[in-house]
Structures are given as C-alpha cells and as structure tokens.
C-alpha cells in the first residue's frame, strides 16, 4: 500500500532522513522506534506532505504522492494523527470531528463505536478532556476521514501506563478493522508487542529491520530501546494484556 523508497528529507535545508526506505501493506502495523529527535517524527511528516523530499520517492497504492500536497494525501486516503495531540481546545468535540471528516462522508457511528464516552461529550470543550481522552479525540479525528492509511505519531507520549495499554489495545483494533498504520513510538516495548513489522531509526537513518516479534526479542534493541540487558517480556503477554484492555474499552471511566 505505502512504498517509502529511499528519501530524505528535513528543515530549512538541513537533511534528517538519509536514505530511508520502508513498506506498509494493507492492514498492517509498521513502527518507528527510536530516540527522541532520532527523525521518526521527520517520517511522518514526509509521509502525509508537511515536509517536502530533498531525494527519494513515496508510492501510495501504486501512485506516486511525494509531489502531491497535504490536502490531495487526505484524499488518497492518508491521515496523519501528529504528535502533542493538538485537538482544538476551545472547541467542542463535535467541531473536533467535524473538521477531521472535512467535506467526506460522515464516520461518526464509527468513532463512537470505538469512543462511547465521544457520543456522551458532543458538546464538551476538548480543553476540558483529560491527556487520555484528548489523544482519543485526536485518533477519533483522523478516522473521520475514513483513511485507508493512519499515521499515529508518538500517540502514548505522557499518558499514564493504563491508557497506554488502552491506546495500543485501540491501534490493534483499527488493524482488525482493515486500516494500515504507520506507528512512530518511543515506547518501543508496547509498540513491538502489536506491530507486524518495526524498523529502528537511528540519526535518520533506519539502522535495523524486520519482524516486530523478533525486534522485541533482540538482546540488542532489549539493551537499547527496552531498557534491559535481554528482553523480557513477551508478545503474547503484551497482546493478552491489551485484549483484557479492548474487552473493558468504554475508557470514560479511566
């Protein structure tokens, strides 16, 4: 679906990506992990059109996109949900919504779906939402212009560990849902457990790839992003986890 063919990218002149290629198939989950400033965030943004190409290609279900703007990637069915949440505070979460399926058809009954608490909250002020709730308000955003890919930058940035499992129980269920999603995250460990495949970014560069499952049990990203000498935990408990989490998912009450 998504081809990243060897691009570069960066500010003002300046390279950040070198050279980085990757794939994501439909109904996939693809993450970046990495450092802070290790260029995951750069991606993204190159990816939906906030940042232009200083070399390389992106391909989007056969179609070149790396000349098309912002607008013309939504279109294409490429939504971005950046980092820092950025819901609109002093608006509602009706006008949240509303302005994330834009002129497109409506996906509220799908979002609420997922979201119950939204349904209850129309009319609530998004400044009034807890950190949590806000990062749901702002994936609920996204979705509302039924993507056919979804990039989740940093979505578990300062949220407590029960909405991480929470988040990533989400993430894992807009992939039953058909949905790719290219997933930037620091918390690798989380990310590993649900993704399908991971690459590890390092000065923009992608310095390891493969399967999630076998990312996660690497003595050497353990050692370096899990914050052990080997890796301790495994997929399967990460997924029965976030399961019992997305059986329990009306998080209005977390």
């Known amino acids: 679906m998504l081809e990243v063919s060897g691009i570069s990218s960066g500010y003002g002149g300046d390279a950040v990506l070198h050279g980085v290629s990757l794939s994501v198939g439909a109904g996939q989950i ?12 750069t991606l993204a943004k190159s990816v939906s059109g906030l940042l232009g190409l200083m070399g390389g290609e992106i391909r ?13 990637r939504l279109r294409l069915g490429i939504a971005h949900v950046p980092e820092g949440r950025q819901v609109f505070a002093g608006m ?9 399926a834009g002129q497109g058809p409506s996906q509220l009954d799908f979002v609420c779906e997922l979201f119950p608490v939204l349904r209850q909250r129309m009319g609530a002020l998004a400044g009034n939402f807890s950190g949590g709730q806000q990062q749901m308000l702002a994936i609920a955003r996204g979705l509302m212009s039924s993507p056919k890919l979804i990039i989740l930058d940093e979505p578990s940035l300062g949220l407590s560990p029960l909405l991480v499992s929470e988040i990533f ?15 930037a995250e620091q918390n690798a ?6 993704a399908d495949q991971g690459h590890v970014i390092e000065n923009g560069r992608v310095t390891l790839a493969g399967p999630a499952a076998e990312l996660l049990h690497s003595p050497e990203i353990a050692a370096r992003y899990l914050g052990v000498g080997e890796a301790t935990a495994t997929s399967d408990t990460q997924t029965r986890h976030m399961a019992a989490q997305l059986r329990r998912f009306a998080w209005g009450e977390a």
């Open 92 to 100: 509602t979460v009706a006008e949240n919504l509303a302005l994330g």
């Open 60 to 72: 989007f279900q056969g179609q070149r996109i790396d000349r098309l703007t912002t607008a013309e």
């Open 189 to 194: 460990r989380a990310a590993l457990a649900i």
């Open 169 to 183: 129980a989400l993430i894992a269920a807009l992939r039953a849902r058909g949905l790719a999603v290219l997933l």
């Open 30 to 41: 693809v993450t970046l992990i990495g450092a802070n400033g290790a260029g995951k965030s």
